[in-house]
């Protein structure tokens, strides 16, 4: 295969050609250069970028996917590192999904709302009586 250029990494990976630049950037990925100074993406450089979208993809975010790339380019390490970061993730995934869930209750108790004037209505009502501000208190 030979080298693509930026924007051919883009079409094969799905990732926008500023996105690209920016994992670069950040030390994500290192790309060859020609001659000229143009950026060439090698099949490991797409292997990477694909692994990258799909862990963005899954809510990782940037530190961790460094991470994962560093233990990915030492494939005789033991994977206990790789689990750990999963199991982290798996547990801000859990603990954002109880406070959508918290969420869901307190609108879903806003919204049965009988449908009648502004002055006695659920939302309102609800949404003014959420505590006072800091300010409120002195």
Do not use: N, W
Request: glycine share 8%; charged share 30%.
């Amino acid at each position: 295969m030979r080298d693509l250029t930026i924007g051919e990494a883009s079409k094969a990976c799905g990732i926008k050609v500023p996105t690209i630049r920016y994992y670069e950037q950040i030390g994500l990925l290192a790309t060859a250069r020609s001659d000229g100074g143009r950026r060439l993406f090698d099949e490991g450089d797409l292997r990477r970028l694909r692994f990258i979208r799909h862990a963005r993809e899954l809510g990782f975010e940037i530190e961790p996917i460094r991470q994962l790339l560093t233990l990915s380019d030492r494939p005789e390490s033991p994977c206990e590192g790789a689990d750990e970061i999963a199991r982290a993730h798996l547990a801000d995934i859990d603990h954002k999904i109880a406070r959508l869930s918290a969420l869901r209750v307190e609108i879903a108790r806003m919204a049965d709302c009988t449908h009648g004037s502004v002055d006695t209505c659920r939302v309102i009502e609800v949404l003014g009586d959420h505590g006072h501000c800091v300010a409120d208190r002195h």
